[in-house]
């Protein structure tokens, strides 16, 4: 009955870390929390990890097994081949406090931004009257257990730590719904979720709803009806850009945006920074626009300043690093620096960004790029590879897949890189990296789908 | 000495259960600087698991409920231990609790008229528990943790600092209480996240740190169980109460092993759920103890009849309290009938539509599903006893929640006397609102009533406290935590578990002298930045010393009542319920001595027909009663009554 597994597991704190090695005894009926205590008992008492109740009812123990957000104490070995290496790192969102403990005091923060029911003051004691019906809606998002797993997929935030501030997430759009179908309270909830909770920011991918262990229905039941609810409701494009731009893909919004409006993104933040030069949304805001224009010498300057104001939180600074070491690679890749100007910068940039990731994969995309840079197809492709399995947002999977393809192609691998590069392009048809790697592409004989028109996402 | 962290606070809470979390709402709510301490995050603490509802006379089902019947209830479930000022206050003010907590924002099922639904529950006259499907602690945790973000977002409007009033400290474990002469002065713990060690200096501390069922291998106790407040109190000299009744819930899963203990709640039964053993009988029939007979249906078509027409019929059996149902499955299983991973079957499968089983029972239908591959809707589960909570705790005064150290008090699980010998479901819950409102109201009169005369806390104190906790960090080549832990549940399990007898009893205790010793020369690698070998290693001695409680109790109450079962004196005695068992630090161990129970007022006796007192009393006890009058079951009786729980 019982066998021996093969884990990794990942160990380290905030400053460093590995995925680590472990064969261990596995029985009958066990789950993935049960492992990690035997491990504790008998390998590594040290090994931190989360839980209390081991019966899926409080929310303690979220992790992410083999890269995908659970539970640890509901998720059963008997998932997984007996000759499978099962990997267990800590939720990819959050700092790391040691091992498979994570820092998920952001939430703790959005919470107190909600603010609370707010009690008829004509109703005494005992005389609520409510329908079943009328409570049912709100029900099923009370019975979230807070294990922000929902919050750790959200491809708004993981990897974005510039979107934190502005953006609640799926677990808070919830508790918004839920007092807003509140048979009793009387506030209007819903805009309040558009205007302070960033509630436009979510693009309807529903990965929420496919990690809640609840089986919440999210995006169905609490943020689509939110969603239709709100009207007319107009953005400053400044904030709206600089809100949606994903780390390493600055235009990824653009698919949405006319061109136009890339270049009046960078006219007000370069205005706002004429004001005060160290605002770093404005220069996180200048570093996509330029991005989006394909402009990623200039972007790498204005990503350098970021680094210089980041600051010493740890994720701001972790964000800017991330996204000057991409843009200076994207501008060698395309022939706007030379390497051997700035591969010091790019090697000492990554590193440091590494330093404060809590994961190894995180950045596996920056260094495929890397890789490619310099010439090593074959690492080019291989973490690629790795990036593409854990990078879920449309914008960041298409560069991963563009540099999969270019390093295919250099590999002689034609059919394949054709392959990858036709999927980018359909995730993301104007991604401006494309526009200077198509040509190396081309030379090779390696040609992707003809570019359509640019789609209007609805964002 | 390393860096220290120090804080001061009016009242201190140890907790961020049910019981803590209203006693830090009702302090702050008077004005004290409010500090909630727990070991895990906000909003994750035990109480989350509780499943199956609060239970309040509310009387929203069933209009005959009143404050009185619950009284009456809650002292026949605990076979007449219970303090009884405690059960009273308890039955008056559980409604109000719970329908405050509406004003919060929870949402509890409702009845057709809109009104809270209340469900089943063993032992509870009438449907009772306020409840939310099978979530009901959950409900109950995020209700008062949202209250308490609502107070801070006050505090942040008022006076611009959202933690300034009521602060928590999550991931914090106090590893020690302070004191200035005999009075409390405060509290030592350490940061799990950095391992910074933090020292609370406050007039008033409130333990509310629940239970003791990690000591246990079967338990459906979540880690936090490790007896700490019970422990700390002690070590500051309070006494704890009858720590030799430990309830054994009688539904836990059995299999796989690795999910053994794992509640399944007891509104499986309240919703028609019926335990079979192998050869498909329903043997509880036959487990319906002389002094329930009268509540109790005596063929399955009346028990059955009672779901529907609950005043023409008598109850089912299932519904026993819950150490008749664990007894009786002990039984079974040890006369062979017992279910192939030894346990028995309890079957809804048969009784209800799927789908309602999947609406009344969501937790139950997911938690089998996800752990067990069975579904409840089609098969029957199996099921056995689990190590579930501790009647047994710190002795308060009723009124204020105080202990015996001024400045010390106790809230929930931890204190004692509440709930006699033995629980009912869902007098827990309650009993938190209730006990933790009046801890928080009587530790800020406490510190009113101390004014400027503040104690203090002693530099040396924390330094032998921050000694003590760090020393399995620097012995090497010690014992393994983990091997010393296995050894206890193995030990607390095998020889002081449901079943008692005076030679296992005294084994265990000898065990528990060489545990005693084994712990401290316990190490653990690593550093203090949350490591769990570490947290274990402290945890140990708590767990050590409440077992020691638990077993010399248990050694010295020679009779069987609620969850304390001798096989050696198998008879319930009229003269042990006179008996409150009293446990304080002797040594390196635990003296027990015994203390005469306060008399219930003859008013409240007045609520119980005498031919029930008559099972529980010795004759001089019933010699003195007044003579019997109509009394309570009167109709007029119990309409007066409700009206004046409504008042
Ligand atoms: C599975 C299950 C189902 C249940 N269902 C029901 C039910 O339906 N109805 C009912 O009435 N009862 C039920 N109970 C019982 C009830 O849930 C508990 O008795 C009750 O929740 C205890 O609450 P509490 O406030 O006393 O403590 P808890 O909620 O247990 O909280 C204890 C707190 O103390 C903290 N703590 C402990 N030690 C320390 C330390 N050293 N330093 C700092 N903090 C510390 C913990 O972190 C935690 O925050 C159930 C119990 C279980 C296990
Ligand atoms: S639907 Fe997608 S974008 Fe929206 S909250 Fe959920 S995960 Fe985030
Ligand atoms: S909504 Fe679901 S996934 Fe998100 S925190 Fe709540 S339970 Fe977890
Ligand atoms: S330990 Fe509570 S959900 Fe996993």
Redesign the interface.
Known sequence: MGYNARFKVWRG?NTDGDLEDFTVEV?????VL?VIHRL???QT????????????????CSAEINGRPRLLC?T?MSAFAEDEVVSVTPLRAFPV???L?T??SFN?EK??QV???A?PPE?A??E?????LD?ER??EF?????CFLCQDTCHVVRDHEENKESFAGPRFFIRLAE?DM?PL?VRDRTREAQETHGLGMCNITKCCTEVCPEHIKITDNAIIPMKERVVDTRYDPLVWLGNKIPRRSGAAASRSLHSGDVTTAEAQARGRLRQKPTDTTALTTLQQALHGQGRFADAAGASRSRVEHAGRVRTARQGALAAHAWELLCAVESGQLDLDGVEDEIATTLQQAQRLTSTGTVLAGTHALHHLVHGRLAEAAEHAREAIVWDRDRATRADDLVTLSEGLAGLGESEEAASALAESQSLWPDNPRLAGVRSNLDDMNVHGRPTPAASVDEG | MTEIERHSYDVVVIGAGGAGLRAAIEARLLGKRTAIVCKSLFGKAHTVMAEGGAAAAMGNVNSKDNWQVHFRDTNRGGKFLNNWRMTELHAKEAPDRVWELETYGALFDRTPDGRISQRNFGGHEYPRLAHVGDRTGLEIIRTLQQQIVSLQQDDLRDHRDAEGMIKVFAETTITSLLKDGDRMSGAVGYTRENGTFVVFEAPAVILATGGIGKSYKVTSNSWEYTGDGHALAMKAGATLLNMEFVQFHPTGMVWPPSVKGILVTESVRGDGGVLKNSEGKRFMFDYVPAVFRKQYAETEEEADGWYDDPSGNRRPPELLPRDEVARAINSEVKAGRGSPSGGVFLDIASRLPAESIRKKLPSMYHQFTELADVDITAQPMEVGPTCHYVMGGVEVDPDTAAAVVPGLFAAGEVSGGMHGSNRLGGNSLSDLLVFGRRAGEGASAYVDALGSARPAVTDLDVEDAHRAAEAPLTTSGGENPYAIHADLQQTMNDLVGIIRTASELEEALGRLEELKARVKKVSVVGNKVFNPGWHLALDLPNMIIVSECIARSALMREESRGGHTRDDFPAMSAEWRKVNLVCRPAGDGVEVTRQPLLPMPPELLSLFDREELNKYMTDEELAILPPETEREKSPEMSQVNSEETKA
């Open positions: 704190d029985n009958e009926g066990e789950v049960d504790q008992a008998t008492p040290d090994l931190a990890v989360r839980w209390n109740c081991k019966a899926g009812k409080c929310g303690s509901m059963r406090v040691k091992d403990v820092d998920v703790y919470a107190r603010p609370a029911f009690p109703l004691l005992g609520y009257r409510m329908d079943q409570v709100s029900q009370r019975k979230c257990i807070e007092l509140h309270d």
